[in-house]
């Protein structure tokens, strides 16, 4: 009956490492014009992510969102899978 709506920020990555329980890390990558030479560069950024079940995989393309602090670098939670990573 109450419906949230969801005024949360959402970002896209690709998980880099799953080495920790419970946490996983994101490289979101961006593409922004340059503001003098206006090529066009590639910013990423890392995010450490909540995975409670430890299911995402490195390699795994996620989304994640924000959400209340939760460790001291972790204020984001993986919330669904978009794509899966492909083994060789």
């Known amino acids: 009956m109450t ?14 490492s799953d ?10 990558e961006r593409r ?4 003098l030479y206006g090529k066009i560069v ?5 995010y ?11 390699g795994d393309t996620v989304l994640i969102e924000e959400c209340r602090p939760l460790a001291k670098t ?5 919330s669904r899978l978009i794509d899966k990573a492909r083994t060789v």
């Open 3 to 16: 419906e949230t709506s969801s005024n949360k920020r959402t970002l896209t990555g690709r998980v880099v």
């Open 19 to 28: 080495k920790m329980n419970k946490t996983v890390t994101v490289l979101v």
């Open 32 to 35: 922004v014009k340059h503001p």
């Open 42 to 46: 590639t910013r990423s950024q890392k």
């Open 48 to 58: 450490h992510a909540h995975d409670e079940k430890n299911e995402f995989k490195e």
């Open 74 to 78: 972790k204020a984001w939670r993986v």
